[in-house]
């Protein structure tokens, strides 16, 4: 790999860390607020929400400018949502805010492999990507889960600076401070990332013409023979990624008796599944084999249900590295072939811009669902094994639609078929 893909990588270490990092003390915020159990999902549905929003700007936006400039901006962005916390500003809206920083932040993140690697290496460059970013998730989570245990925020308050009173006094407020600290070290970051040296044409600043391109490229993608597939691929899997990164917890509350700052370890043991997962991907599956995982989002799907079976921690934890696992190893080769298709069909930028609204809709749509299912207080179990059968069920859907479409038309050929 190419020096500048290190440091990209490190950007979004940190930049992802904070992101999850602030999720677990937001929902920690929520508690001492005591509000209702079905406003937590709600959190994610905010930062979900800005990608929808900004869906038709932010690929434009990412093609404007060098992508270093762009992530640093728009990590900024970031800073600010963070820091609206500080000032009470309701964590809904506050994590919505720094969606709006990661929706603009995505496009440049993605969009710059493929202007810096050939497409042979996509695979893998999305397996560390992936693999780096489950890290992340897994840190922090595990980061969030520490900085809200009272006897950690006990001992972070304790620091004294001569002269200067900082104002943090509060437990929420000593973990806004390291999660702000690590926003700013992937600023760092952003700052040296190299200009690829890509040059796109001038981007169109009206909107209603923007959600003409938009609508434009939204359709291509959804046309092409394989970009159909992925794409309906990854909107499943981060639909439904979503609900499990909360389901997982409020599982471990009832069948495991685990608190909130314990359940983020399970989560963290579900992020080391998809992270092994990814790294296995990129070793094993090159691209022009990608379509070939499906079938494990099937079992990925039925291999959920059994959770509902299981009350001890120690089978909890291989149960979910095995169901992360899984999910790595599906979603890494299919996420590539995606980028590959959008990038031989339009810009990096924009066709990144089309699979975020696709995956966020998903997100939005299957957290409502969640929270109302919440909400009319239905039993954990009966979620867990609805969540389940849907994700077997729509993989298997879209299996069938491959099938379909390969019986008229070699549509994997397409995959050897370079922009020109």
Sequence with gaps: MKRGFYTIMAAQFFSSLADNALLIAAMALLTTMNEPAWMTPLLKWSFALSYVLLAAFVGAFADSM?????????????????????????????????????????????????????????????????????????????????????????????????????????????????????????????????????????????????????????????????????????????????????????????????????????????????????????????????????????????????????????LAYPLLIFIGGLAGFFVVPMNALLQHRGHVLMSAGHSIAVQNFNEQLSILVTLAIYSFMVKQALHTSTIIIAFGVFVASTTYLVMRKHASNQAKFDSVALIGEEKH
């Excluded at 434009?216 to 909107?235: E, F, N, P, R």
Aim: a positive charge; glycine letters at 10%; one cysteine or more.
């Design 66 to 314: 060098p992508k270093g400039r762009v992530m640093f901006i728009t990590n900024l962005i970031k800073v600010g949502g963070c820091g609206l916390m500080f000032f009470d500003v309701h964590p809904v809206i506050a994590y919505g805010i720094v969606g709006f920083g990661a929706a603009a932040y995505s496009p440049a993140k993605y969009g710059i492999l493929t202007e810096l690697l050939p497409a042979e290496k996509l695979v893998a460059a999305n397996g560390w990507i992936e693999g780096l970013t489950i890290g992340s998730i897994i840190l922090g989570v595990l980061l969030g889960g520490k900085l809200i245990d009272p006897h950690i925020s006990t001992w972070i308050l304790s620091f004294d600076f001569p002269v200067v009173d900082t104002g943090i006094d509060t437990t929420n407020e000593a973990a806004l401070c390291v999660i702000t600290s690590c926003y700013l070290i992937a600023a760092l970051f952003n700052r040296h990332i190299p200009d690829t040296g890509a040059v796109y044409p001038k981007q169109e600043r009206n909107p209603f013409c923007l959600l003409r391109d938009f609508t434009h490229c939204s359709v291509k993608l959804w046309k092409d023979k394989l970009g159909q597939i992925s794409l309906a691929v990854t909107t499943l899997f981060w639909g439904a990624g979503a609900v499990l990164q909360l389901l997982v917890l409020e599982w471990a509350r009832v069948n495991l008796h685990m608190p909130l700052e314990k359940g983020t370890e399970l989560q963290g043991v579900f992020a080391l599944g998809i992270a092994l997962g990814a790294l296995l991907a990129a070793k094993f599956i090159p691209l022009k084999r990608s379509l070939s995982v499906m079938k494990l989002g099937v079992m990925m799907g039925l291999v959920v249900t059994s959770m509902v079976f299981v009350k001890s921690v120690w």
